[in-house]
């Protein structure tokens, strides 16, 4: 497997560029700026790609900074996100990361994802993708798409997200460790899904063991 990591990166890039995956469509509606980038990560856990894209565009028209937390109401933070998952206990997050930013790292947002998992709402797979993604860390985000596809291919064989991060990073070149969750998030919403796979459609299927017939890990 580990020869065909170049192909399979290959092939994913491709679909990635093809498809019209929420993934994509949130990355480019959210812009590449930290701020951006911490906001939509924060409120997408737990929610639909397509719901946190909306609640991004309102709450971007009134929020653009770390003051702008500052003086909107947590009612108003709560209206502008509504109906992300958890939107209350969210809400009051965006609240509290003001403070901590002044706290701890003097107002701006930290670029290593050790720090960032000091700030409210953010914990190991947020951390990583920020640092990835705001500030290009070679960082593994490890959700539930690249947990269940990344064992579907037989590129590691884990129980939880948290061994699959430390697993990928044994067979994974460092090069690809930034991009690879974009690119699995993309398949796992259009073709690799929870439940009836499109295997025949996937761009993956000649290097998967799942669509080969070995069976769900």
Same mark, same amino acid.
């Given at each position: 497997?580990?020869?065909?990591?170049? @192909?399979?990166?290959s092939?994913l890039?491709?679909?990635?560029g &093809?498809?019209?995956?929420?993934v994509?469509?949130?990355?480019?509606?959210?812009g590449?700026g930290?701020f951006?980038i911490?906001?939509a990560?924060?409120?997408?856990?737990?929610?639909?790609?397509?719901?946190t894209?909306?609640?991004?565009?309102?709450?971007?028209k009134?929020?653009?900074s770390? &003051?702008?937390? @500052?003086?909107?109401?947590?009612?108003?933070?709560?209206?502008?996100?509504y109906?992300v998952?958890?939107?209350r206990?969210?809400?009051v997050?965006?609240?509290?990361?003001?403070?901590a930013?002044?706290?701890?790292?003097g107002?701006?947002i930290?670029?290593?994802a050790?720090?960032?998992?000091?700030?409210?709402?953010?914990?190991?797979?947020?951390?990583?993708?920020v640092?990835?993604?705001?500030?290009?860390?070679? &960082?593994?985000?490890?959700?539930?798409?690249?947990?269940?596809?990344s064992?579907?291919?037989g590129?590691?064989?884990?129980?939880?997200?948290a061994a699959?991060?430390?697993?990928?990073?044994?067979?994974?070149?460092?090069?690809?460790?930034?991009?690879?969750?974009?690119?699995?998030?993309?398949?796992?919403?259009?073709?690799?899904?929870?439940?009836?796979?499109?295997?025949?459609?996937?761009p993956l299927?000649?290097?998967?063991?799942?669509a080969?017939?070995?069976?769900?890990?």
């Open positions: 497997m580990k020869r065909d990591i170049g @192909k399979i990166i092939l890039r491709r679909h990635y &093809e498809c019209r995956a929420p994509a469509e949130l990355a480019r509606s959210r590449s930290a951006r911490l906001i990560t924060i409120l997408s856990s737990r929610t639909l790609d397509q719901t894209m909306a609640a991004c565009r309102r709450l971007f009134e929020v653009r770390s &003051e702008d937390l @500052k003086s909107v109401s947590l009612a108003r933070l709560q209206k502008l996100i109906p998952g958890f939107y206990v969210k809400a997050h965006l609240k509290k990361l003001p403070g930013l002044d706290r701890f790292f107002g701006k930290p670029d290593q050790a720090d960032l998992m000091r700030l409210p709402g953010v914990g190991r797979k947020t951390a990583n993708l640092a990835a993604q705001a500030f290009s860390r070679d &960082e593994i985000c490890v959700d539930i798409h690249v947990h269940r596809i064992n579907r291919l590129l590691v064989r884990t129980g939880t997200p699959t991060e430390d697993a990928l990073k044994l067979v994974l070149p460092k090069k690809h460790w930034r991009e690879i969750n974009h690119l699995l998030v993309a398949l796992g919403q259009t073709v690799c899904r929870p439940l009836n796979p499109r295997c025949t459609a996937c299927k000649n290097f998967c063991r799942f080969r017939g070995a069976g769900q890990p």
